[in-house]
């Protein structure tokens, strides 16, 4: 197994081992030989495009979710609820693509409208569910194109894509990696990562504009390069438009401990961090709750999510996001898919290809219309090329400040 993924296997048996189930009504048999798909059997044969969740699975508010939002609702035009799918109306459709897509979606004139396909969604309880899922996939459910969300999926891609090289793949997250730790590439393998550290040093500079303590905080969860690199950029940005200012880090090991989160999320800020950006999957999730909570008491102190926009859930207290367009990966290789024009290869995405960008600041602070005029400067300014973010904390030493700040 390579050194990348065995700090992850290894912390793995800290979570309840059964077996990988598929998302289906209460009724269903236990060995999954029908989809997850809509209640009704389709009376016309439509391509079955499967997907295969990362840890954290449905309802995580963040990369599945937004996964998932790509496939069904966008792709398929169906939404999820218990006991199978449901048609998503246009007006839900046409909302789910305001709050996520925004200017960007008239900016670049994206088109999404639903493909006529067939969903099947399966939810691996551990890492050693995946590649049998991809193989069910192929095997069982006869997909034409297998999507795996999530870096740890890795190995299990590469695995069922060389098992199966007349299927389709895309993987998110990550590239495919060589025994020497190399990215390559296979022709049925189509992988997708983004340079989070981008989004990452915007969302930094807002903190650094709004903080009143001089403290924020870094919730991480694993630490592997990937959220590094969120909190390199994070660091950045908060020294780009607030020298004086003290990141504090706190990672909690994992991804899917909602309480763990919750508690990081308080210490941080009872050290008198005000702003805090939650990188860390279910586990940032609990420190949304804690800052939510603070605010409920009547403390001025924010977030700031990741991945996907979550000022849903805490109205009150996320300040933003760095939001990476899963959904939209997930829907144009579908598209693809359907219209017999997919293709394999490595993709990276920024905010200059419109794969990265935050999400928009609802909340009033001093100085707020100052402080988004003074990010799009930034953000303008990495799109160039002028500004360079690092990618990980031992390169913030030659100062990545945008020329002119204070």
Known sequence: MRLRHLALVLALPLLPACKSQKEAPPAAPAKPTAPETAAKAPTTQKSRIGLVLGLGGRGDQSFNDSALRGLEVWAAGVKYEEGGYKDVSSEELESTLQLSLGQDRARRNLQVTPLGITPIVLQSRVAEDYEPNLQLLVEEQGVALSLAVG??????????????????????????????????????????????????????????????????????????????????????????????????????????????????????????????????????????????????EGKTVYVIGVDSDPSHLAPKAVLSAVVKRVDLVVYEAVRDEVQGRFQGGNQSLGLKEGGITYAPV????????????????LKAKIISGELQVPTHPDQLRPATAAPGTP
Request: aromatic residues 8%.
């Open 362 to 377: 609802r909340l009033d602070f001093p100085g707020k219309d100052g402080a988004l005029a003074r990010l799009e400067e």
């Open 151 to 296: 870096f740890m999926l890795e190995n299990a891609v590469e695995a069922a894509a060389k098992r199966n090289p007349d299927k389709h793949f895309l993987l998110v997250d990550s590239p495919l990696l060589s025994g020497q730790g190399e990215p390559y590439s296979l022709p049925n393998v189509r992988t997708v990562v983004f340079r989070e550290e981008e989004g990452c040093y915007l969302v930094g500079a807002l903190a650094g504009l709004t903080t009143k303590t001089g403290k924020v905080g870094f919730v991480g969860g694993m630490e592997i390069p990937l959220v590094k690199r969120f909190e390199a950029g994070f660091r950045a940005g908060v020294a780009a438009t607030n020298p004086k200012a003290t990141v504090v880090s706190n990672y909690t090991g994992g991804f899917t401990n909602f309480a763990l989160g919750k508690q990081v999320g308080q210490d941080l800020l009872t050290k008198g961090a005000d702003v805090l950006f939650a990188a860390a999957g279910v586990d940032g999730l609990g420190a949304i709750q804690a800052v939510k909570e603070a605010r409920d």
